[in-house]
């Protein structure tokens, strides 16, 4: 049996199905344990744009609700998830504590959802690490290289019901 803590981990939408417009999500509320997993867009809380994936293979926090890639928000035992592109691969943490595709079939990370506030959440990577919007090489690449939270490593999650 899954535990699930009703303060962080997401439960399926029941109000929200037949809504078109997306929100943005607010984990506790979701009270159906029948699904795992959510379709997302991920959404910085330091820039307000979503997140996507470059032509190199990392993701960046420059997207808006129209080019931010789609993922499944995958949920695990006791706060932990896993992230996959929407119909594709999972994603990891490369050794450099940069967010990638598994392309190369090393296996996907597991993070561990933190509630930050509101619909705020942080990722706690496998390295121990915060997921962050880097900001020191303008860029906005998103690293897992930081050991507190503040706005550059709080995201929110914007559920998506129709795609």
């Known amino acids: 049996m899954k535990k699930y803590r009703n303060d962080v ?22 009270k159906n344990t029948v699904y795992n997993a959510y379709v997302v867009q991920i959404k910085s809380v330091y820039n307000n744009n979503f997140v996507e994936i470059g032509f190199d293979d990392f993701f960046y926090a420059t997207g808006n609700q129209s080019t931010g890639k789609i993922f499944m928000l995958i949920l695990l035992e006791d706060n932990n998830i896993m992230l996959r592109i929407h119909g594709g691969r999972f994603l990891r943490i490369d050794k450099n504590g940069f967010l990638v595709v598994d392309t190369n ?25 915060y997921l962050r919007v880097r900001v020191r090489e303008s860029d906005n690449r998103l690293v897992a290289d930081v050991q507190e ?15």
């Not at 079939?105 to 690490?129: I, Q, R, W």
């Open 9 to 30: 981990m997401p439960n399926m939408m029941e109000d929200n199905i037949n809504n078109q417009q997306s929100e943005d999500m607010n984990i506790q509320n979701y």
């Open 105 to 129: 079939n090393e296996g996907a990370s597991v993070f561990t959802l933190e509630k930050v506030d509101g619909v705020e959440y942080a990722l706690l990577a496998p390295n121990g690490s």
């Open 149 to 163: 939270i503040d706005e550059y490593a709080a995201f929110k999650f914007r559920t998506i019901t129709y795609y």
